[in-house]
């Protein structure tokens, strides 16, 4: 199993614990139904938040350890996916690009970048890039100066406040976190990342 893999392990038992301790707190008369229905919302937090933050730390590695380039699209790999409701199948397509650049010794390298959309890439683009020796894959250095990054950390800040609203419920001591401390640590949040995608557009590294 990968570290991934024991993370999101970790992610569901602290899920499970914190509905615990809620429950714990309606003195024996909670459900069955209503102890599930709080592991359910537990776990449509902590897991978009865990896997936004695995994605921008293994970001983050690759843009601070591996050097940068400036890579040309030469081809693409496509992945399809179905969804749908009933026996409507929407098939959908998203389009991966391979780059190629010269590497720091001279040899021209071929690698995937860790980010695809639903439009076909442009053969012939420059893009800057980050590779990271011994990597699969190259990160997009345009990536954190998307809307989409902005939207991501947004949202992690406000489930992350909610949650550490929740566990301070979970062990009883929600008086001392107040609802302005509360607003206070949301709205902190949500102007750092303001800030950091300002900063990201306007000074790109």
Known sequence: MTLFGYGFIVVVAFSLYISYRICKRF???SSFFLSGLIFLLL???????YIISANSVRNSVDVLSGDRYEATVVDCIVSESRGGRG???VRKNYYYPIVEFTDNSGNVVRKE?????DAPPRTGEVIAV???PGSAVVCDMSAARSPVTLFLFLLQSVLLAALFYLTCYGFGVEKA???RRTKWLLSICIFAGVCLYAANLFFPV
């Open 130 to 132: 980050a590779s990271r």
């Open 177 to 179: 976190v107040n609802k």
């Open 87 to 89: 026996r409507t199948t």
């Open 113 to 117: 970048l860790n980010r695809g959309s």
């Open 43 to 49: 776990i449509c937090m902590t897991v978009p938040v």
């Open 27 to 29: 003195n024996g008369e």
